[in-house]
């Protein structure tokens, strides 16, 4: 599916902290929008990094001694770098560190594998504690073969976020996900609230953005549908969507979303992440 970034701006919220913006009939069902805490991402040129090290591509910053990682055969590329200290506090993640995010250059799925999208074998996310010297390891350029089109600092903005369609929902014992609008009882009424959801994504641009916590974008359903393993990863780590101005070019219109358990992100253990590309 082709979609392109909208001007994104806050959702609103009233005086109890429900989404405004939504129909009299959706009233009853505002509990199925459970808001979260986000940090939406923004890019400039790598001019504006400074002393910053939150950034898109580019040189890693690496302890001494520690080399780039590399995949089954090839070096990986850095897809981005979050400094932890830079962005605006959320609950469960860490206050500091800085967590890196690795690519396959070289290969058309960017070292994502459906099959096994939590073995990291084409691709790497590699977490550095605030107590680890760190320093550039190498010229701040981008390989070639990266989703990027230049090296690009990332500043943050904390917000609320709501769930798309494909995340309002529960894991049934059976081990499916069931939309919650696919339950009522009145199929057309499931359609409505459905295409309000829809619409609130549409008119905020929050769904498909660059962000780090809050919910993640899966156009094309759930991944738990093809992988009932994905349903465990239930924190959005990073979202990086094909951006405005090709700064993020997955295909054209892909994004791509790692995720992680939340046992595992309070642990500080990033080798089990769930890498997605979404198309």
Same mark, same amino acid.
């Given at each position: 599916m082709f979609r392109t970034m909208t001007e994104r701006k806050p959702f609103d919220f009233d005086a109890d902290g429900k989404p405004t913006g939504l129909s009299d009939e959706f009233a009853p069902h505002l509990g199925l929008l459970a808001p979260r805490p986000v940090a939406f991402l923004s890019f400039g040129d790598a001019a504006s990094l400074g002393n910053r090290r939150s950034k898109l591509g580019? +040189?890693?910053h690496l302890p001494s001694g520690h080399e780039a990682p590399v995949g089954d055969a090839r070096p990986l590329g850095l897809f981005a770098q979050i400094d932890f200290a830079e962005m605006p506090a959320l609950p469960d993640f860490p206050a500091d560190g800085v967590l890196q995010v690795w690519v396959d250059p070289d290969d058309e799925m960017f070292g994502h594998d459906e099959d096994s999208a939590a073995e990291q074998k084409n691709f790497k996310v590699l977490y550095f504690s605030a107590d680890q010297e760190l320093a550039p390891s190498g010229d701040d350029v981008v390989p070639a073969g990266m989703p990027l &089109? +230049?090296?690009? &600092?990332? &500043?943050? &903005? +904390?917000?609320?976020?709501?769930p798309g369609v494909a995340m309002i929902g529960e894991l049934q014992p059976s081990g499916r996900w069931q939309r919650s609008f696919a339950a009522f009882d009145d199929g057309d009424l499931g359609c409505r609230l459905e295409d309000e959801v829809f619409a609130l994504h549409d008119r905020t641009g929050n769904e498909n953005a660059p962000k780090i916590g809050g919910y993640p974008c899966f156009f094309n359903g759930h991944p738990g549908e093809r992988s009932s393993a994905a349903y465990a990863f239930d924190r959005l780590l990073l979202q990086l969507p094909s951006h405005h101005g090709s700064t993020v070019s997955i295909w054209g219109s892909g994004t791509a979303n790692f995720m992680i358990t939340r046992d595992d992100l309070l642990a500080r253990d990033f080798s089990n992440v769930w890498y997605w590309l979404d198309h």
């Open positions: 580019g +040189a890693a &089109s +230049a090296v690009h &600092s990332i &500043s943050f &903005s +904390a917000e609320q976020d709501l």
